[in-house]
């Protein structure tokens, strides 16, 4: 079974511009949840979506958003880029049951590095 | 509200020692524990978890039992190995949320 992966592994940008990153989670999971890791800082919940629609949001700005797709991958863009979004930007995934979804452990890909100059 | 407490790292411990790392939480309702690992260059790994009170998770020689009584999922091993040397999440999720603790950092001397 292949995991949840992230694209891209890297990503450079200055700033004022845009990122977009990508999340494919494991088949079969329909709920995605996208985190930022600063360095050295745990883990910051940003956004969860579930059966394409956002379910709830982290304490981030508008210009943090995304969407999940019908085949239930997700982007994650972040427009007006500043030197403090430079983080390791988490996707995880789970399968979403039914009153059982919060024992769902989440499965994690490697994450995207975005270094902003 | 709803938050997650775990001890500050880093921790250094030699090979063979006892480890414990703890971790409280405060939330409403009955939330599933869980404990992640976050091996260099890695994304996070499902380490353990417990879905209600008095469960006890393991894996890899890791433990954790879910206390209600002291809103508490401690984790602990017998004997630590150099390749145990990670920073480990511990986490609750409910319904509609899931938090992380903010991660200790473990190194294991030889």
């Known amino acids: 079974e292949a995991g949840v992966t992230q694209s891209p592994t890297h990503l450079i940008k200055t700033r004022g511009q845009q990122a977009t990153l990508r999340c494919s989670p494991i088949?079969?999971?329909?709920?995605v949840y996208w985190y930022q890791q600063a360095l050295g800082l745990g883990l910051q919940f940003l956004l969860w979506y579930d059966e394409g629609e956002e379910r709830n949001r982290g304490n981030f700005p508008p210009r943090f958003s995304g969407r999940q797709f019908p085949n239930y991958s997700s982007e994650l863009n972040v427009n007006a880029l500043e030197l403090e979004d430079s983080a390791l930007y988490l996707c995880?995934?789970?399968?979403?049951?039914?009153?059982?979804?919060?024992?769902?452990?989440?499965?994690f890909g490697d994450g995207t590095r975005l270094s902003i100059l | 509200g709803d938050s997650v407490t775990q001890m500050e790292g880093p921790v250094t411990l030699s090979e063979e020692a006892f480890l414990t790392i703890n971790c409280t939480y405060t939330a409403t309702g009955y939330p599933s524990l869980f404990w992640y690992v976050q091996y260099p260059g890695e994304g996070l790994q499902l380490l353990l978890k417990a879905t209600k009170a008095d469960d006890k998770g393991s894996n890899k020689g890791f433990e954790a039992t879910y206390r209600k009584e002291t809103t508490s999922f401690h984790l602990e091993k017998g004997s630590v190995q150099v390749s145990d040397s990670a920073v480990y999440f511990c986490a609750y999720s409910s319904a509609s949320k899931i938090i992380f603790g903010s991660g200790t950092r473990l190194s294991i001397r030889p």
């Open positions: 995880a995934s789970t399968l979403r049951g039914h009153r059982a979804y919060s024992n769902q452990p989440q499965h």
């Open positions: 088949s079969g999971h329909t709920s």
